[in-house]
């Protein structure tokens, strides 16, 4: 297989090292328009060849993934689908999908994606070939989309040891405001909250609940923008969760909060090895956003 990877960061470059090491005989192109990462790319292993033309990256390939902002990745569809041939697949990696599906021109391969694996941190350096491993690949197919180009990504997904699961776009968008912005939009109100003067004091706990916060604003900007409806719902529904721990905690009443625990603890994944599962014992998601910039 042929992929061209258009943004050569924390998820283009952890897909370019996963299909090189898992995929024999593929080949891997990374695209972007500074020659310092390609060539970063190119020395980690990450991609088999490098170029900063769009059109000449994406020509002759099976699959050209889109591994950039949201907005970016809109803005990018039209050109990428007037430079390849009709047995091309698209696809992106972007965490909003129904306004990336939209952009779609009429006729292209598109399926939308998303993998649901990432980290706080930016940047091909931190890209690794196992970052998909035991991870959900949401795919958003249109109902125009051919059935060769869903098969085409989903077999992507898998050889990379993720787990492929088709929705839509619309359904996708609801269910990561919840479990994927609403975490990330709460881990920076915590660190910002918190004062200056008590952080000598921060351990763990702390630490495992901001570490969201270290991520790029300028590509959750981009995914706020393109999820607005639902993550202001997810906040509300944080904020009345929190006023009513406010109130049980401010009222003495240790049977609400312990109520509240126990509803949490239902709800909380915990990390298996073994990737499978569900509430209180089911795969530890990633949080589905890299750097963007390819991502």
Known sequence: MRMAIVGVGLIGGSLGLAMRARCTGSRVVGIGRQRGGLDAALRLGAIDEAATDLAAGVRGADLVVLAAPVRTCIALLPSVAAAVGPR????????TKAAVVAA?????AFV????????ERTGVE???ADLFAGATWVLTPAAATP???VERVAACAAVVGAHPVVMDAATHDRHVAAVSHLPQ?????LAAAVPEAALPLAARGFRDMTRLAGSSAAVWNDVFATNRDNVVAMLTTMAGALGELRAAVAAGDEAAVARLFAR???????PRRD??????GGRQQGDGQGDGQGE
């Open 275 to 280: 990737g499978v599962g569900g509430p209180g």
């Open 264 to 270: 949490a603890a239902a709800h909380r994944v915990e």
């Open 104 to 108: 779609a021109p009429p006729g292209a």
């Open 112 to 119: 939308g994606g998303h993998p649901m694996a990432g980290s």
């Open 88 to 95: 091309t697949a698209i696809t992106d990696v972007a965490s």
């Open 147 to 149: 059935a060769w180009a």
């Open 126 to 128: 931190a890209a690794t």
């Open 185 to 189: 939009a709460v881990a920076v109100a």
